[in-house]
């Protein structure tokens, strides 16, 4: 790559090389979003660029870590024109007894533990923009309520009868297709009209970005450097310089990965391999520059080691049945036999995901089941993932 000539013959097979500390990260032409070359990002980013000028509410639907509150503060709120500010809250967290107060503010002593007035995050946004994250997590009171402070443009706090003005562009996000919880039952139809579906955008998930991922990955490692978190280990390195390599097989493995947390999950991803490495000393010199290489196996040890967090992977074929041909030839005993037609079945599973093995143990043993689990047993089977990440490489080229 262009960025990398200064050590071009020692990361021959490199994917990603990224050069001087005081160079990562340069402005991203695009802006601050990595749009890339998806269809779908291509989309999103045509529709958004309309929705940012208009009035209209914006409902944006999207997996966790897919961004949405940062296309909010980033690209909708920066290019709506309003005066005001921009008011992010994670309704998640609110408490349901709290959470007309948290809209709508309240006056001192309308509630327990209420010492002073304060307003709500509605008047708090007013002429500017309010982005209210995890919207499907409202009861169907407090969407009631917040139909009539949409309509209305105004907002009473609780224990006053004053109206007050609150009429921020509301820019609402969720997890969740709000159009099936209204066929459920459990959102308001009319509160989802408001919200107006014809404004509604979907944030693809990195799964759905494949074509975009080797930038996203360069990116979230310039980012965890540029950090004040890690600007310690960094100047530890004495070094004026520095490069991140992801060798060719790494690169693969990090492709082929699901990205079940996306965004988040890479950030995390990226931070935790810089850390690892300026924390165990993991950079050889180079021309008198610190080059830190993210092997395979480290990110075969991060991505495992992600796999007993509480993310949740996007549903599998484990409640499906697969069926593979296999070849049999003469063994020797039952065994032998056995043996060859479950490496027959773990090869043909390896390719069909890609050779992510958190999916292939999830639909060999179900949700939990840890990867280590899988790698151990095709170890034992013969079966060497360098081999098989060769051979799917090849089959894909």
Not at 188 to 195: E, N, P, Q, S, T
Not at 242 to 260: G, S, T
Request: glycine share 8%; with cysteine; proline share 5%.
């Amino acid at each position: 790559m262009s960025n990398a000539l200064a050590i071009e013959d020692q990361a021959a097979d490199s994917r990603l090389c990224i050069s001087r500390l005081d160079e990562l990260g340069a402005a991203n032409e695009e802006g601050p979003v990595i749009w890339g070359r998806s269809p779908a990002m291509a989309e999103l980013r045509r529709r958004l660029e309309v929705l940012a000028r208009s009035p209209l509410p914006v409902l944006i639907e999207g997996e966790t870590g897919t961004g949405k509150s940062f296309l909010a503060e980033h690209v909708l709120h920066p290019r709506s024109g309003v005066k005001g500010p921009l008011i992010v809250t994670d309704l998640s967290t609110i408490p349901d007894s709290l959470m007309p107060a948290h809209l709508f503010g309240a006056r001192r002593g309308s509630y327990t533990g209420s010492v002073d007035d304060h307003p709500g995050v509605f008047e708090q946004a007013h002429a500017g923009t309010l982005f209210l994250d995890e919207i499907a997590n409202l009861d169907a009171e407090t969407q009631r309520k917040l139909l009539l402070v949409l309509e209305r443009g105004t907002v009473t706090r609780l224990g006053d009868s004053k109206a007050r003005p609150a009429s921020p562009r509301v820019v609402a996000a969720t997890n969740l297709e709000v159009a099936q919880l209204v066929r459920e039952g459990r959102f308001r139809h009319d509160l989802y009209a408001r919200l107006n579906p014809a404004t509604r955008v979907r944030v693809p998930s990195l799964r759905e970005r494949k074509e975009d991922l080797e930038d996203l990955i360069r990116f979230a490692f310039a980012d965890a450097l540029r950090s004040g978190s890690l600007l310690p280990l960094v100047r530890a390195q004495r070094r004026a310089a520095a490069a991140v390599v992801v060798p060719e097989l790494a690169m693969q493995r990090l492709v082929a990965h699901q990205w079940p947390g996306n965004h988040r999950e890479l950030k995390l991803f990226a931070t935790n391999a810089l850390v690892f490495l300026l924390v165990q000393r993991g950079a050889t010199d180079v021309d008198g520059r610190s080059v830190l290489t993210v092997s395979e196996s480290l990110v075969d040890q991060l991505l495992d080691d992600a796999r007993a967090q509480p993310l949740a992977l996007p549903v599998a074929a484990s409640t499906a049945e697969r069926r593979i041909e296999v070849a049999l030839k003469p063994c020797r005993t039952f065994a032998e036999i056995s043996a060859d037609v479950e490496r027959q079945y773990l090869t043909a599973l390896f390719h069909a995901h890609g050779g992510d093995l958190g999916r292939m143990a999830l639909e060999l043993f179900g949700p939990g089941a840890s990867r280590r689990k899988v790698h151990l047993r095709m170890n034992q089977l013969g079966l060497r993932l360098r081999n098989l990440r060769g051979a799917l490489s090849s089959g894909a080229s």
